[in-house]
């Protein structure tokens, strides 16, 4: 497990390898969406644009897009409203079958092959089942947004932890009695263990349409052009601390790793292969500036690592003992 854990692009190198040996084929999943392109878009051919991506409600699910068009981004656009994004909004064609992330996922690759969208700044939202889906594919794939924004929703919170750097910001309305309140809130405080600047604002009189003002208002719109996508940055180590990270540890499956150290540089090492784990915080260290994968670790009260936690497709504790 910690092989793959923490050598998962040699793993992507044979795949592309092995893959290349196969004969061409082609797989088309046709999904129908909205598109909308800011002004300016057709101007300027150099400049990169934010983009955001709408999942609508179960009741506009169906084969006729003019539906996807009765609330959110799609609605204000249609009746006029500017707004500097492009925003691109799927129609599901079965409520019953809600949100599949997969589809949405490789939706959002065609999409930024396509048209010339700011990878830095692609965000996410929805309402009621577009907000469960906006939930479920940020935690799934974190790496791809820059902000998320869900209504009137709630979720699974077994892996909320993915969010821990990713900008939040959740609507409901009090008198909900379609998706309760306690659901968005159970998420909400779920992820603010993690992620304490998580925001999450409570309509008093609002029932389950909570999404109308909050589309409506266009500081959501300044808030998210201010999220760009989270990446480590690179800070300076204190010696102290990387000497306290070298030593051997392992997880509960017993898979192992050692940690060492080559001159000031603190090192990970299992099976022979080797990557350097870069300084972010005190004791926060990462391994790609562009990935979700980090080490935070654990001092005991005597102020000794004791363990790291592994944070990366799946969360894991390691602890020290050499």
Not at 90 to 118: M, S
Not at 188 to 209: C, E, M, Q, W
């Amino acid at each position: 497990m910690i092989r793959k854990i923490f050598f998962s692009c040699l793993f992507l190198i044979g795949f592309f390898v092995a893959r290349s040996q196969q004969t061409p084929e082609k797989f088309v999943q046709v999904t129908n969406y909205l598109l909308y392109l800011p002004d300016g878009y057709s101007q300027d051919t150099t400049v990169k644009w934010p983009l955001i991506l709408f999942l609508h409600g179960s009741g506009e699910s169906g084969h006729d897009l003019e539906k996807v068009k009765v609330h959110g981004p799609p609605m204000l656009v249609a009746q006029g409203k500017k707004l500097p994004f492009i925003i691109v909004s799927p129609q599901t064609p079965d409520p019953a079958t809600g949100w599949e992330p997969n589809t949405l996922y490789w939706l959002l690759q065609d999409v930024k092959e396509k048209y010339r969208v700011d990878p830095d700044r692609v965000y996410l939202t929805g309402l009621s089942m577009g907000g469960f889906g906006s939930w479920t594919l940020a935690i799934k794939h974190p790496e791809e947004f820059a902000a998320v924004v869900p209504i009137c929703a709630g979720g699974d919170t077994a892996d909320i932890w993915k969010l821990r750097n990713m900008p939040v910001w959740g609507f409901h309305g009090a008198k909900d009695n379609v998706v309760p309140l306690a659901r968005g809130q159970a998420m909400v405080d779920a992820l603010r263990k993690y992620n304490p600047s998580t925001r999450f604002t409570i309509y008093p009189d609002a029932d389950h349409n909570s999404w109308t003002v909050t589309y409506a208002n266009d500081s959501l719109y300044q808030w998210l052009l201010a999220q760009k996508k989270f990446r480590y940055t690179r800070g300076t180590a204190d010696p102290v601390i990387l000497k306290a990270c070298v030593g051997r540890y392992a997880d509960e499956h017993r898979d192992s790793v050692q940690l060492f150290l080559a001159g000031d540089t603190l090192k990970a090492t299992t099976h022979n292969e080797t990557v350097e784990l870069k300084p972010a915080a005190a004791n926060l260290f990462y391994i790609v500036d562009t990935k979700p994968e980090s080490l935070q670790f654990i001092l005991n009260k005597h102020g000794k690592v004791e363990a790291f936690l592994f944070y990366g497709n799946t969360r894991l504790i390691f602890k020290k003992y050499q």
